[in-house]
């Protein structure tokens, strides 16, 4: 295991066959960023020392592969320095001098200077010491009060907040790594009752339990609200998990919702068979019926607008400003399903929605390898659902959350070839002999063209579109393709075709599925970050197969 540069301090490290471990230092969380490093005195002196170095050094490689990044961080990089301030607290304080600032002087000195031996002093029993922040980029302990979070704002670009907000100067896990340690753990201790009681009345910052919270998700969600613009975010299992708990939450037992004839199915089921158990019913609009909208709002008191935009599978958009403006109105909140346009093609709470929900699963993860969904907004709403979250669970594993925090680094990439790549394509398949008809709010046929152009930046990678043909001709067309996935999902880095009229509505007569428009020769095509020339000349090959 490589040791930090901090560790020059020492003149050697001894591996010993039998280590006291109860010299090693107990680190327990006082607040965000905060460690305090307590050694009881028995241990105090070179055996201590040379405890921890076998701590470190002793590790079989299997059991080192399983410790967390954190683990591994704190160990090698902060673990030492914590015990040389600790150590020179006590001489420092007898002279007058604050133990922080000789601790700080003597890290940086070391690691400016040669090798050198250290005799430590005796500690006092069960001596605290309170120790903060991170390492430089030379890998020297910085010994801060508090994590600097305005680094952010010098972020004024997607690209940029996809891959630094929540992270750089920003998160309040300690560690010199790059990347976000994944904190697996299903609680978090306190170290006496009277600490549990300052966190309980919010005098404290901590974690509790793992259902409640966990700092590798929280680094996840901060990302998300800084590229949303949002107060708040909060992650959950999936996209179905956020939109049904948001609806829980914030439609009261007896209510009125209003939402479109264009969704995801999973949603209707949801608010067609289960919202009205709890007394709460729905008006269905066609997405562009502003008419409708007012309607509905004049005649129930409605308590929330809920929609996607662009919708699936037909890539319908709603206006967000003109809904948001005539829903405050009458009292009722907003919220808009942005999965497929994403933060990147469309910014829905600067457009006036009070709320953005999406499943994380598919451009924010990027990579078919996670599933998720979040909600943004304001901390007062958020924070309403959150509490509901708590009691039904739905939580996000960390690991989960590490890979989305990783799939959002690329999250402006791949949104912006997917956009091209889309565009490209639906103008040559409008244009082809075979095919009847494409819905891509990126062509002027579009209903909502204009309106996609005046509020989104790009229109997503996702393109639907009518072969000429029947199921059969359209299952050729599908089996004839080399490049996509025949699969549901989309928005990954691999394309993936579905046949809607199969995979989702097989359940339903063909009768039934022609009345939500979901035709038998109806394709819906997620392009990824293939070439754009291979993924044109595969489509267009299976086009001549029919």
């Known amino acids: 295991m490589a040791v930090?540069?901090?560790?020059?301090?020492?003149?050697?490290?001894?591996?010993?066959?039998?280590?006291?471990?109860?010299?090693?230092?107990?680190?327990?969380?006082?607040?965000?960023g905060r460690f305090t490093a307590r050694l009881n005195a028995a241990a105090a002196g070179p055996a201590a020392f040379y405890g921890l170095s076998s701590l470190i050094l002793r590790f079989p490689p299997n059991f080192q592969r399983q410790l967390s990044t954190k683990a591994r961080r704190n160990c090698s990089n902060i673990g030492v320095a914590q015990i040389v301030a600790a150590s020179w607290s006590d001489s420092s304080a007898a002279h007058g001098?604050?133990?922080?600032?000789?601790?700080?002087?003597?890290?940086?000195?070391?690691s400016a200077t040669s090798p050198l031996s250290v005799?430590?002093?005796?500690?006092?029993?069960?001596?605290?010491?309170?120790?903060?922040?991170?390492?430089?980029?030379?890998?020297?302990?910085?010994?801060?009060?508090?994590v600097d979070t305005s680094y952010s704002s010098f972020l004024k670009f997607d690209g940029s907040m996809a891959i630094h907000s929540g992270e750089r100067l920003g998160r309040g896990i300690v560690t010199?790594?790059?990347?976000?340690?994944?904190?697996?753990?299903?609680?978090?201790?306190?170290?006496?009752?009277?600490?549990?009681?300052?966190?309980?009345?919010?005098?404290q910052f901590s974690f509790e339990y793992g259902r409640y919270g966990n700092p590798t998700t929280v680094v996840l969600e901060e990302k998300i609200s800084a590229l949303e613009g949002a107060e708040s975010t909060l992650v959950l299992a999936s996209g179905m998990c956020a939109s049904t708990v948001l609806l829980m939450a914030l439609v009261p037992a007896g209510g009125h919702i209003v939402t479109t004839t264009d969704c995801y199915r999973k949603t209707r089921i949801f608010i067609d068979n289960f919202l009205p158990k709890m007394g709460i019913t729905a008006s269905v609009i066609d997405p562009a019926d502003v008419g409708a909208l007012e309607g509905a709002l004049n005649q129930n008191n409605v308590s929330l607008f809920f929609t996607e935009s662009p919708t699936n599978p037909f890539l319908r958009c709603v206006d967000i400003q003109l809904v948001s403006e005539l829903c405050h109105r009458k009292g009722a909140l907003v919220c808009i399903d942005s999965?497929?346009?994403?933060?990147?093609?469309?910014?829905?709470?600067?457009?006036?929605?009070?709320?953005?929900?999406?499943?994380?699963?598919?451009?924010?993860?990027?990579?078919?390898?996670?599933?998720?969904?979040?909600?943004?907004?304001?901390?007062?709403?958020?924070?309403?659902?959150?509490?509901?979250?708590?009691?039904?669970?739905?939580?996000?594993?960390?690991?989960?959350?590490?890979?989305?925090?990783?799939?959002?680094k690329t999250l402006h990439l791949r949104v912006q070839q997917q956009n091209s790549t889309a565009l490209r394509m639906a103008k040559i398949l409008e244009a082809h002999p075979k095919v009847k008809r494409v819905y891509y709010p990126g062509l002027p046929s579009h209903p909502e063209h204009e309106l996609a152009k005046?509020?989104?930046?790009?229109?997503?990678?996702?393109?639907?579109?009518?072969?000429?043909?029947?199921?059969?001709?359209?299952?050729?067309?599908?089996?004839?393709?080399?490049?996509?996935?025949?699969?549901?999902?989309?928005?990954?880095?691999?394309?993936?075709?579905?046949?809607?009229?199969?995979?989702?509505?097989?359940?339903?007569?063909?009768?039934?599925?022609?009345?939500?428009?979901?035709?038998?020769?109806?394709?819906?095509?997620s392009f990824g970050v293939e070439d754009f020339e291979d993924l044109k000349a595969d489509i267009l090959q299976a086009l001549e197969a029919i």
């Not at 005799?119 to 508090?146: F, I, K, M």
């Not at 904190?183 to 005098?203: C, M, P, S």
């Not at 929605?353 to 901390?379: F, R, W």
């Open 4 to 32: 930090s540069s901090c560790a020059r301090i020492f003149s050697s490290f001894e591996c010993r066959s039998d280590p006291d471990f109860s010299a090693a230092p107990r680190f327990e969380k006082l607040g965000q």
């Open 97 to 110: 001098v604050p133990a922080s600032s000789a601790a700080s002087s003597a890290v940086d000195a070391a």
């Open 119 to 146: 005799a430590p002093t005796e500690l006092a029993a069960d001596e605290d010491v309170v120790v903060s922040g991170g390492c430089d980029g030379n890998g020297a302990v910085q010994l801060q009060d508090s």
């Open 176 to 203: 010199d790594a790059i990347t976000t340690p994944v904190v697996n753990t299903t609680a978090y201790f306190f170290k006496k009752t009277a600490d549990l009681i300052d966190f309980k009345e919010k005098r």
């Open 339 to 408: 999965t497929f346009a994403t933060a990147v093609n469309q910014k829905s709470l600067a457009l006036g929605a009070d709320l953005v929900v999406q499943s994380a699963t598919k451009y924010l993860g990027g990579h078919h390898d996670v599933i998720a969904g979040c909600i943004s907004g304001p901390e007062k709403l958020v924070t309403q659902i959150r509490n509901l979250h708590h009691v039904l669970g739905g939580t996000l594993n960390p690991n989960a959350a590490y890979l989305i925090i990783r799939g959002m």
């Open 454 to 525: 005046r509020q989104m930046t790009g229109f997503g990678g996702v393109v639907s579109f009518e072969v000429d043909g029947d199921l059969i001709t359209t299952i050729k067309f599908v089996d004839s393709l080399k490049i996509p996935y025949i699969a549901p999902s989309f928005g990954g880095c691999e394309s993936i075709v579905d046949q809607p009229a199969i995979m989702s509505y097989w359940d339903l007569p063909q009768s039934e599925r022609a009345k939500y428009g979901i035709l038998d020769n109806l394709i819906r095509f």
